[in-house]
T-cell receptor, first 117, second 115 residues
Framework: GAGVSQSPSNKVTEKGKDVELRCDPI?????LYWYRQSLGQGLEFLIY????????KSGLPSDRFSAERTGGSVSTLTIQRTQQEDSAVYLC???????????????FGPGTRLTVT | GDSVTQMEGPVTLSEEAFLTINCTYT??????LFWYVQYPGEGLQLLLK?????DKGSNKGFEATYRKETTSFHLEKGSVQVSDSAVYFC??????????????FGSGTRLQVQP
Protein backbone atom coordinates (compact mmCIF):
# COMPACT_ATOMS: atom_id res chain seq x y z
CA GLY A 1 0.00 0.00 0.00
CA ALA A 2 0.97 3.64 -0.27
CA GLY A 3 3.23 5.08 2.38
CA VAL A 4 3.44 8.61 3.72
CA SER A 5 4.03 11.09 0.92
CA GLN A 6 5.31 14.64 1.12
CA SER A 7 5.52 17.46 -1.35
CA PRO A 8 7.51 19.15 -2.61
CA SER A 9 10.60 17.02 -2.17
CA ASN A 10 12.80 20.10 -2.42
CA LYS A 11 11.99 23.76 -1.91
CA VAL A 12 14.31 26.71 -2.30
CA THR A 13 12.92 30.03 -1.16
CA GLU A 14 14.15 33.50 -0.46
CA LYS A 15 14.38 34.83 3.06
CA GLY A 16 11.13 36.49 4.06
CA LYS A 17 8.88 34.47 1.79
CA ASP A 18 6.16 32.09 3.05
CA VAL A 19 6.24 28.36 2.27
CA GLU A 20 3.72 25.54 2.54
CA LEU A 21 4.73 21.92 2.96
CA ARG A 22 2.26 19.12 2.41
CA CYS A 23 1.90 15.69 3.97
CA ASP A 24 -0.37 12.84 2.90
CA PRO A 25 -0.46 10.22 5.66
CA ILE A 26 -1.17 6.54 5.29
CA UNK A 27 -4.88 5.99 4.79
CA UNK A 28 -6.62 5.28 8.07
CA UNK A 29 -3.86 6.67 10.27
CA UNK A 30 -5.46 9.06 12.72
CA UNK A 31 -2.25 10.40 14.23
CA LEU A 32 0.08 12.68 12.26
CA TYR A 33 3.38 14.25 13.30
CA TRP A 34 5.73 16.86 11.91
CA TYR A 35 9.44 16.80 12.72
CA ARG A 36 12.44 18.58 11.30
CA GLN A 37 15.97 17.33 10.84
CA SER A 38 18.83 19.76 10.74
CA LEU A 39 22.57 19.44 11.15
CA GLY A 40 22.76 21.50 14.27
CA GLN A 41 19.64 20.30 16.07
CA GLY A 42 19.16 16.70 15.00
CA LEU A 43 15.60 15.41 14.82
CA GLU A 44 13.10 17.71 16.53
CA PHE A 45 9.39 17.25 17.10
CA LEU A 46 7.21 20.11 15.88
CA ILE A 47 3.52 19.24 16.20
CA TYR A 48 1.18 16.28 16.68
CA UNK A 49 -2.34 15.86 15.30
CA UNK A 50 -4.96 13.42 16.47
CA UNK A 51 -7.64 13.65 13.83
CA UNK A 52 -7.96 17.32 12.93
CA UNK A 53 -6.97 18.68 16.32
CA UNK A 54 -3.46 19.35 17.57
CA UNK A 55 -3.15 18.42 21.26
CA UNK A 56 0.59 19.00 21.22
CA LYS A 57 2.13 22.00 19.46
CA SER A 58 4.97 22.32 21.93
CA GLY A 59 7.71 21.85 19.34
CA LEU A 60 6.80 24.73 17.03
CA PRO A 61 9.82 27.05 17.31
CA SER A 62 8.02 30.35 16.80
CA ASP A 63 4.69 31.86 15.83
CA ARG A 64 5.90 31.93 12.22
CA PHE A 65 5.19 28.20 12.15
CA SER A 66 1.66 26.83 11.91
CA ALA A 67 0.02 23.65 10.72
CA GLU A 68 -3.41 22.40 9.97
CA ARG A 69 -5.02 19.11 9.11
CA THR A 70 -8.29 18.70 7.30
CA GLY A 71 -10.61 15.73 6.90
CA GLY A 72 -8.42 13.75 9.25
CA SER A 73 -6.01 13.28 6.38
CA VAL A 74 -3.79 15.80 4.58
CA SER A 75 -1.74 18.20 6.66
CA THR A 76 -0.02 21.43 5.68
CA LEU A 77 2.87 22.99 7.56
CA THR A 78 3.23 26.71 6.86
CA ILE A 79 6.29 28.79 7.62
CA GLN A 80 5.81 32.52 7.32
CA ARG A 81 8.60 35.03 6.69
CA THR A 82 11.20 32.29 6.35
CA GLN A 83 14.63 32.73 7.89
CA GLN A 84 17.88 31.01 7.02
CA GLU A 85 17.75 29.02 10.26
CA ASP A 86 14.54 27.42 8.99
CA SER A 87 16.61 25.47 6.44
CA ALA A 88 16.18 21.80 7.27
CA VAL A 89 14.49 18.60 6.15
CA TYR A 90 10.87 18.59 7.31
CA LEU A 91 9.57 15.10 8.01
CA CYS A 92 6.01 13.93 8.39
CA UNK A 93 4.99 10.69 10.08
CA UNK A 94 1.68 8.98 10.69
CA UNK A 95 0.47 6.20 12.94
CA UNK A 96 -2.62 4.39 14.08
CA UNK A 97 -3.84 5.64 17.41
CA UNK A 98 -2.40 3.55 20.21
CA UNK A 99 -4.55 1.44 22.50
CA UNK A 100 -4.64 1.66 26.28
CA UNK A 101 -2.60 4.81 26.09
CA UNK A 102 0.02 3.07 24.05
CA UNK A 103 1.78 4.41 20.99
CA UNK A 104 1.32 3.24 17.44
CA UNK A 105 4.35 2.73 15.26
CA UNK A 106 5.21 5.86 13.29
CA UNK A 107 5.83 5.64 9.56
CA PHE A 108 7.87 8.44 8.05
CA GLY A 109 7.66 10.16 4.72
CA PRO A 110 10.72 10.98 2.59
CA GLY A 111 10.78 14.58 3.78
CA THR A 112 10.88 18.02 2.20
CA ARG A 113 14.29 19.65 2.02
CA LEU A 114 13.81 23.37 2.59
CA THR A 115 16.60 25.77 1.73
CA VAL A 116 16.20 29.44 2.61
CA THR A 117 18.61 31.70 0.72
CA GLY B 1 11.75 16.47 30.14
CA ASP B 2 12.39 13.34 28.15
CA SER B 3 15.77 12.83 26.55
CA VAL B 4 17.79 10.20 24.71
CA THR B 5 21.56 9.94 24.70
CA GLN B 6 23.42 7.77 22.25
CA MET B 7 27.06 7.28 21.51
CA GLU B 8 28.82 9.67 19.18
CA GLY B 9 29.80 8.44 15.79
CA PRO B 10 31.01 7.62 13.34
CA VAL B 11 31.46 3.99 14.23
CA THR B 12 33.70 2.27 11.70
CA LEU B 13 33.77 -1.53 11.61
CA SER B 14 34.98 -4.25 9.31
CA GLU B 15 32.47 -6.61 7.77
CA GLU B 16 31.40 -9.44 10.13
CA ALA B 17 32.43 -7.47 13.23
CA PHE B 18 30.19 -7.23 16.30
CA LEU B 19 28.23 -4.01 16.69
CA THR B 20 27.04 -2.24 19.81
CA ILE B 21 25.52 1.24 19.77
CA ASN B 22 24.74 2.48 23.25
CA CYS B 23 21.52 4.30 24.08
CA THR B 24 20.27 5.56 27.44
CA TYR B 25 17.16 7.54 28.20
CA THR B 26 15.36 9.65 30.76
CA UNK B 27 11.59 9.82 30.80
CA UNK B 28 8.89 10.94 33.16
CA UNK B 29 6.57 8.07 32.31
CA UNK B 30 6.94 4.51 31.13
CA UNK B 31 8.11 4.96 27.55
CA UNK B 32 8.17 2.77 24.49
CA LEU B 33 11.63 2.53 22.94
CA PHE B 34 12.62 2.41 19.29
CA TRP B 35 15.56 2.17 16.96
CA TYR B 36 15.17 3.89 13.60
CA VAL B 37 17.59 3.62 10.68
CA GLN B 38 18.28 6.07 7.87
CA TYR B 39 20.10 4.58 4.90
CA PRO B 40 21.95 6.99 2.58
CA GLY B 41 19.46 9.01 0.54
CA GLU B 42 16.45 7.36 2.16
CA GLY B 43 13.89 8.21 4.81
CA LEU B 44 13.65 7.04 8.40
CA GLN B 45 12.59 3.43 8.84
CA LEU B 46 11.64 1.68 12.03
CA LEU B 47 14.21 -1.02 12.76
CA LEU B 48 12.85 -2.45 16.02
CA LYS B 49 10.91 -1.54 19.12
CA UNK B 50 10.13 -2.60 22.68
CA UNK B 51 7.21 -1.45 24.76
CA UNK B 52 7.89 -2.81 28.23
CA UNK B 53 10.76 -3.74 30.49
CA UNK B 54 12.80 -6.81 29.50
CA ASP B 55 11.20 -6.90 26.05
CA LYS B 56 13.67 -7.66 23.27
CA GLY B 57 13.07 -6.08 19.90
CA SER B 58 14.71 -7.74 16.91
CA ASN B 59 14.83 -7.32 13.14
CA LYS B 60 17.33 -8.04 10.35
CA GLY B 61 19.78 -9.54 12.84
CA PHE B 62 19.69 -6.46 15.09
CA GLU B 63 18.54 -6.75 18.71
CA ALA B 64 17.91 -4.41 21.61
CA THR B 65 16.59 -5.16 25.10
CA TYR B 66 14.56 -2.68 27.17
CA ARG B 67 16.46 -2.39 30.47
CA LYS B 68 14.41 -0.34 32.93
CA GLU B 69 16.91 -0.70 35.75
CA THR B 70 19.69 0.90 33.70
CA THR B 71 17.37 3.01 31.49
CA SER B 72 19.11 1.63 28.43
CA PHE B 73 18.23 0.19 25.02
CA HIS B 74 21.54 -0.72 23.39
CA LEU B 75 21.51 -1.88 19.78
CA GLU B 76 23.54 -4.98 18.89
CA LYS B 77 24.29 -7.08 15.86
CA GLY B 78 26.53 -10.09 15.80
CA SER B 79 27.95 -9.71 12.31
CA VAL B 80 27.57 -6.46 10.38
CA GLN B 81 27.49 -6.16 6.61
CA VAL B 82 28.46 -3.33 4.29
CA SER B 83 24.74 -2.86 3.62
CA ASP B 84 24.22 -1.95 7.30
CA SER B 85 26.06 1.32 6.76
CA ALA B 86 23.55 3.99 7.80
CA VAL B 87 22.66 6.40 10.57
CA TYR B 88 20.92 4.80 13.55
CA PHE B 89 18.61 6.76 15.85
CA CYS B 90 17.44 5.69 19.27
CA UNK B 91 14.06 7.16 20.24
CA UNK B 92 11.41 7.03 22.90
CA UNK B 93 7.74 7.84 23.07
CA UNK B 94 6.23 8.61 26.41
CA UNK B 95 2.68 8.18 25.21
CA UNK B 96 1.05 7.14 28.42
CA UNK B 97 -0.66 9.42 30.90
CA UNK B 98 1.09 12.49 29.55
CA UNK B 99 -0.73 12.12 26.25
CA UNK B 100 2.41 13.23 24.45
CA UNK B 101 2.91 10.72 21.67
CA UNK B 102 5.75 12.35 19.77
CA UNK B 103 9.12 10.67 19.45
CA UNK B 104 12.13 12.06 21.23
CA PHE B 105 15.25 11.15 19.27
CA GLY B 106 18.88 10.77 20.13
CA SER B 107 21.44 12.58 18.00
CA GLY B 108 22.06 9.60 15.74
CA THR B 109 25.11 7.37 15.26
CA ARG B 110 26.64 6.93 11.84
CA LEU B 111 27.84 3.38 11.15
CA GLN B 112 30.35 2.74 8.41
CA VAL B 113 31.09 -0.89 7.56
CA GLN B 114 34.15 -1.55 5.45
CA PRO B 115 34.53 -4.67 3.27
Amino acid sequence: GAGVSQSPSNKVTEKGKDVELRCDPISGHTALYWYRQSLGQGLEFLIYFQGNSAPDKSGLPSDRFSAERTGGSVSTLTIQRTQQEDSAVYLCASSLAGTSGGVGEQYFGPGTRLTVT
Amino acid sequence: GDSVTQMEGPVTLSEEAFLTINCTYTATGYPSLFWYVQYPGEGLQLLLKATKADDKGSNKGFEATYRKETTSFHLEKGSVQVSDSAVYFCALSDGGDTGRRALTFGSGTRLQVQP
